[in-house]
């Protein structure tokens, strides 16, 4: 018996520690991708003017911030194999594929893409934008300019600290804030909040800069959601710039708020 336990006690302590190095792993999609080239963040930068090197994340991702030099090819463009095949046309630079973070796959989906399109010599960057606006802002492109200041540069804490549940959402709603939905129209099935909110998809600048104009000049608080709370992050970086004092982020964005009403989340939560 004591036999047994001491076996049962170490496949538990194995386990343990099973878990605990895969929590810790750095790089969580490394293993899956085992065909996929790795540029690592000191090859990048010291090589940075040798390379091709392309954003494969949304446009106002890009627009909001990118690697200084970096060329934008949405992952999911139509066109994107024609478009990196014409990059390799001009030339035979290594071309390397970055997207948000070391939970985001895109990195490694778009050089799958780029191989399977029979283009060579290609690499993910898969530190991602966070880790290199934080290390290399001089090399950073920050809301059109550069070198990104770092004292600009938002850690997540700084987005969390915005967050509210859906309930709280809803219970700060009144004359005293505007209700701003940022999805974008392919997003929008339905309004959460009829006739209680305005809307802007995140591209349309003019409608986005009067309805943070109007929040500034009523003194009122912005209240603010997205499809899953992917996007919110990146509008904060010109919430900041503008200067709002009072905004908050709905949790899990419009799929928080139905898991919230009817408990059901229709979209994992953001990896990235």
Excluded at 117 to 127: L, P
Excluded at 199 to 217: G, M, T, Y
Excluded at 252 to 270: I, M, N, Q
């Amino acid at each position: 018996m004591k036999h047994w336990l001491s076996v049962f006690a170490a496949l538990v302590i194995a386990g343990q520690a099973t878990l605990a190095g895969a929590a810790a792993e750095p790089f969580p999609h490394r293993a899956k991708y085992k065909e996929v080239q790795i540029m690592e963040i000191e090859n990048l930068e010291r090589q940075l003017d040798q390379l091709i090197v392309i954003d494969v994340r949304s446009k106002y991702e890009y627009d909001t911030m990118h690697i200084k030099g970096a060329k934008h090819i949405p992952l999911h463009s139509k066109t994107f194999e024609a478009d990196v095949q014409k990059l390799r046309a001009a030339g035979n630079k290594p071309i390397v594929f970055y997207c948000n973070g070391v939970t985001c796959k895109k990195s490694y989906q778009a050089t799958e893409k780029a191989m399977a399109a029979g283009i060579r010599n290609v690499y993910a960057y898969d530190a991602g934008l966070h880790g290199w606006a934080k290390r290399f802002p001089e090399h950073s492109v920050l809301l059109g300019k550069s070198p990104m200041n770092p004292a600009d540069f938002l850690e997540k804490e700084a987005y969390k600290k915005r967050v509210i549940s859906a309930g709280d959402f809803e219970n700060r709603m009144g004359a005293g804030a505007i209700v701003l939905d940022i999805r974008d129209l392919a997003q929008r099935d339905m309004a959460l909040f009829p006739f209680k909110e305005q809307r802007a998809q995140l591209d349309d600048s003019q409608k986005i800069a009067a309805v943070v104009e109007e929040a500034k000049r009523q003194k009122k608080t912005l209240l603010i959601y997205d499809k899953t709370g992917r996007q919110a992050p990146w509008f904060q970086y010109y919430l900041e710039q503008q200067g709002i004092k009072s905004y908050h982020f709905m949790e899990g964005g419009a799929e928080g708020y139905f898991e919230f009403k009817y408990g059901k989340l229709k979209v994992k939560a953001p990896d990235a």
